[in-house]
T-cell receptor
Framework: AQSVAQPEDQVNVAEGNPLTVKCTYS??????LFWYVQYPNRGLQFLLKYITGDNLVKGSYGFEAEFNKSQTSFHLKKPSALVSDSALYFCAVRDSPSGSARQLTFGSGTQLTVLP | NAGVTQTPKFQVLKTGQSMTLQCAQD?????MYWYRQDPGMGLRLIYYSASEGTTDKGEVPNGYNVSRLNKREFSLRLESAAPSQTSVYFCASSGDRDTEAFFGQGTRLTVV
């Protein structure tokens, strides 16, 4: 069974500082990895994904994520945080199914607060 | 381009009542999903449908039924609502396995 772990429920960072939101995963085959952001009372918005290729993936709003196969991690990063980045962030994984089953498994979420 | 549309946005039910949450997508996606989101627990998959005419149980299917009416629509039914089903429900859809999922705005359901 596939799973995703986000070890930090809450991350606080000062505006202008770099931020990292951690994610580790477990799948039986090749992972398809995603980051989503959720603002209050809204649905989830896609930020970026890793499918194959370069381990450093760049996405929306200046975010990037680094895929590390040996550590089974996919940490979300941003060089300089903004107050408007404050939101709930979810890491997700899809497996490489042999049949028709296609599931997207989410982590428990990390609340990012950027302090002015 | 509407994307994924969920109705209703808010609902209050009494214990034992039934209701159906509607979801429609206009992106010609094969896969559709229903999730529930509870504080501190992230999103948990209730049911999913890999293609029209097929549905499969997710992590927390008990107390729910689904119907993939056609390629566009995927509904979630609560036959006899319980307070434990108070949650925010999200519908999502996706294309082939390496594309991102698109989410609706959510339905906030309270069962009293």
């Amino acid at each position: 069974a596939q799973s995703v772990a986000q070890p930090e429920d809450q991350v606080n960072v000062a505006e202008g500082n770099p931020l990292t939101v951690k994610c580790t995963y477990s799948v039986s085959g090749n992972p398809y990895l995603f980051w989503y952001v959720q603002y209050p009372n809204r649905g989830l918005q896609f930020l970026l994904k890793y499918i194959t290729g370069d381990n450093l993936v760049k996405g929306s709003y200046g975010f990037e994520a680094e895929f590390n196969k040996s550590q089974t991690s996919f940490h979300l990063k941003k060089p300089s945080a903004l107050v408007s980045d404050s939101a709930l962030y979810f890491c997700a994984v899809r497996d490489s199914p042999s049949g028709s089953a296609r599931q997207l498994t989410f982590g428990s979420g990390t609340q990012l607060t950027v302090l002015p | 381009n509407a994307g994924v549309t969920q109705t209703p946005k808010f609902q209050v039910l009494k214990t034992g009542q039934s209701m159906t949450l509607q979801c429609a997508q206009d992106m010609n996606h094969n896969s559709m999903y229903w999730y529930r989101q509870d504080p501190g627990m992230g999103l948990r998959l209730i049911y999913y449908s890999a293609s029209e005419g097929t549905t499969d149980k997710g992590e927390v299917p008990n107390g729910y039924n689904v119907s993939r009416l056609n390629k566009r629509e995927f509904s979630l039914r609560l036959e006899s609502a319980a307070p434990s089903q108070t949650s925010v429900y999200f519908c999502a859809s996706s294309g082939d396995r390496d594309t991102e999922a698109f989410f609706g705005q959510g339905t906030r359901l309270t069962v009293v």
